[in-house]
């Protein structure tokens, strides 16, 4: 077997530049400096000096490339690994790998029929690689960061037997959430540190106040996929729920446009290495789905003919509530947006409008066909500067409303004319050379242009070409990918394995649980018996997760039983933590009298429910008496429950859960700690939508995270 990639990668250090990494090919050395010869001139070209901008390199790289070169690089679809990592799907297909002489690689051709997004026929890696010249494939198969990063170079060392060398772009669904994996959905195993799904990530910064859980659990995935050289995922969703029977609902934050768009605002530069698009430390993000995949009609989803449409059944539901997070998105450079497949119904919808308070034209092509909504209301008025990554299969499967066209002239008619410049699905390299063909041939002349298209629109062009490849290129150059491409197994295996991740993930799976009635039940009396069961697709895996759930539980069982009888820890925490939001008080109060006296008063909103306080207070005292805590603190948290002072009312409760906590009472922390962060957040998000008073958020986030420090 031959020696992999890994093994003989050969760096370089430029001072005060990029690191080059190569296995063949060639560096050029001028003054002082090291240059890869990227466009084969072996000279310091435009192409080739790491100087200049990812946009001028691109632009100068577009006109050395080959039509048949940009046409590869305009498709990418899922692809396979070698015989370590068979695809069950395919493998239920009849599909048996064939090593390469690395063993890393598949080099047997694909051709199977059952994949949603349309039939397969794919060839052996090589051929894809060098012949076909596609350079985006989807990678769904979850290997250790060390097989990871190995695969990903071998891919890689192929790539530089190009004469013309661009690196390939291996993308995935988020890898790093609980959750059933799902083909084309979800990629998540468990390999990298795993979080609770979306759903649980937004319940734990809900519950807890705690914006920072999406800071650490982004700076997590630029650091596991970065080292593993994986340096694009399909994610996150910034679609907003308004329909909960949308199978789709567990991949999203939720049915709260603002606590959405705030997480967007956290999460893109987390794993993007910055607001101003990725860097070289950074990993790409595709947000998906434009303008809102929540806008469901009953629930149907549009992989599916009966989910085609989109209905926006109150005036105005458009904007406030899909569009929101997509301001996240383009106010922080994400690399790219993924429209949806799905199509608007202006006979179903209520009246919409854009950014300019005009009607919005609700033409009823597929979001990616759209030009109404991705050449006008994306990039025209929200002023989006990536690229479009369509969603997988639009050219066969999902065409809804160009069904009418055939397959190359879809591509011509999503390129060219509505301005995609990445198409999921199949690499359809065969149907994009007849496309752009058709362009100068006379298969026009013989074949009617269909009713209410024109023949520029369904044509791929010159012009259309260079204008997609030079943003997917320019992507590829910011990220550093065509100066360093190679990752160190060794150190991806250690960055993965970082024990601070996993802990940080499994805290928040236990922030994550939301307790919906407590009878009484709650907190458990010593002696009660409790029936666990977790459930699964099949009976199998449901006895299985079972069985894991009933060990878990007897563990925590026989370890509280261990804490029953520590000492209580002191007060200092909640004494501090008061100290902390007295000045929060302030800052809410004075920003309350500068507000309009429209505007809803938080204090009085939150003090209404006198019912719900007495309800909390007598949860923080069973709490204490469970425990066994006579510490001032505890008795002052029940105090200041019943005093109806809101703010400090959960903070005591945020106490009383933080002692829980640190004594190993984990059901009792999520009984302490539920609803106390409601009103705060409340108050969080009332006083950000304040602009003129944007300096006292700031200053409430910077005092509430100051008070969280401390009692850690």
């Known amino acids: 077997m031959a020696v992999k990639a890994s093994e003989r990668v050969k760096r370089y250090q430029n001072p005060n530049g990029p690191t080059i990494s190569t296995v063949e090919r060639k560096v050029i050395e001028q003054d002082g400096l090291y240059f890869k ?154 390999v990298f540190a795993t979080y609770p799904g979306t759903l649980g990530i937004a319940a734990a910064v809900k519950g807890t106040a705690r914006i920072d859980i999406i800071d650490k659990f982004a700076d997590t995935i630029r650091r596991e996929w970065n080292a593993c050289g994986l340096k694009k995922g399909y994610m996150y969703m910034a679609d907003c729920v308004t329909d909960p029977r949308w199978q789709r609902t567990f991949g999203t934050f939720g049915e709260d446009p603002a606590l959405i768009e705030e997480i967007f605002d956290h999460l893109i530069p987390g794993i993007q290495g910055g607001s101003n698009g990725v860097t070289p430390e950074g990993v790409s993000m595709t947000v998906k789905h434009f303008p809102g995949g929540g806008a469901r009609e009953n629930g149907f989803d549009p992989h599916y003919a009966a989910g085609q449409w989109n209905i926006y059944a109150t005036p105005g539901s458009l904007q406030k509530y899909h569009i929101p997070a997509f301001r996240a998105a383009i106010r922080h450079n994400a690399e790219s947006i993924m429209p949806y497949y799905s199509k608007p119904s202006a006979e179903k919808s209520a009246p919409q409008e854009d950014f300019n308070g005009n009607a919005i034209e609700l033409q009823p092509y597929g979001f990616a066909y759209n030009k109404v909504f991705i050449d006008g209301l994306l990039r025209g008025q ?44 199949l690499l359809d390299n065969e149907l994009g050379e007849e496309s752009y063909a058709r362009g100068t041939n006379d298969y026009y002349d013989t074949h009617a242009v269909p009713a209410g298209f024109k023949k520029e629109d369904l044509v791929l062009t010159d012009a259309s070409l260079n204008r997609a490849v030079s943003r997917t290129l320019t992507e590829l150059f910011r990220q550093g990918m065509f100066e360093d491409t190679y990752a160190d197994p060794r150190k991806a295996a250690e960055v993965v394995a970082t024990k601070a991740d996993w802990e940080e993930a499994s805290r928040v799976h236990r922030e994550s649980v939301v307790l919906l009635k407590n ?102 005292q069973r709490t204490a008496k469970y425990q066994g805590i006579q510490i001032p603190a505890s008795a002052h948290a029940v105090d200041v429950l019943r005093s109806g002072q809101v703010h400090l009312r959960q903070t005591a409760a945020f106490a009383v859960h933080e002692i829980c906590i640190l004594t190993d009472h984990l059901d009792l922390a999520v009984l302490a700690g539920v609803n106390r962060y409601e009103h705060v957040v409340d108050a969080r998000l009332r006083l950000r939508r304040r602009r003129p008073h944007l300096a006292d958020f700031e200053h409430f986030t910077a005092v509430y995270q100051h008070a969280r420090a401390v009692i850690e």
Not at 164 to 183: A, D, T
Not at 396 to 424: F, K
Not at 547 to 554: Q, V
């Open 519 to 620: 009878d009484g039940t709650l907190p458990l009396k010593d002696g009660t018996k409790v029936y666990a069961e977790a459930f699964g697709k099949s009976a199998e895996a449901g006895e299985a997760a079972t069985k894991a759930l009933r060990e878990m539980l007897g563990k925590k069982t026989r370890l509280q039983r261990n804490h029953q009888h520590q000492k209580p820890i002191c007060d200092r925490p909640v004494v501090i933590c008061r100290q902390q939001m007295q000045h929060i008080e302030i800052l809410v109060a004075q920003a309350e009298q500068r507000a309009d006296n429209r505007e809803e008063n938080i204090l009085d909103l939150a003090l209404k429910d006198r019912k719900q306080q007495k309800i909390h207070a007598e949860q923080a």
């Open 382 to 425: 929200m002023g989006f500067k990536g690229y479009i990554n369509s969603d997988t299969g639009i050219v066969h499967n999902m065409c809804w409303g160009v069904d009418m066209l055939d397959e190359p002239e879809r591509i011509g008619y999503a390129v060219t004319q509505s301005g995609v410049d990445l198409i999921s699905g």
């Open 37 to 190: 010869d990227i466009d084969g001139t072996g000279t310091v070209s435009a192409v080739n000096d790491w100087r200049l901008t990812p946009a001028e390199r691109a632009e100068a790289y577009v006109k050395v490339l080959t039509t048949s070169e940009k046409i590869g690089q305009i498709f990418t679809s899922d692809w396979r690994m070698g015989p370590k990592y068979p695809s069950p799907r395919l493998a239920a297909n009849g599909h048996k790998p064939v090593a390469d002489e690395s063993g890393l690689l598949d080099e047997a051709p694909v051709n199977v029929s059952d994949s949603i997004f349309g039939s397969q026929s794919l060839p052996s890696t090589s051929d894809m690689v060098k012949k076909s010249f596609n350079r985006h494939v989807i990678l769904r198969e979850s290997p250790t960061p060390e097989d990871l990063a190995d695969y990903l170079n071998q891919l890689q060392y192929l790539t530089e037997t190009c004469d013309h060398f661009v690196p390939m772009q291996v993308m995935s669904n988020s890898r790093n959430e609980n959750g059933e994996v799902v083909f084309g959905m979800n990629d998540a195993t468990g």
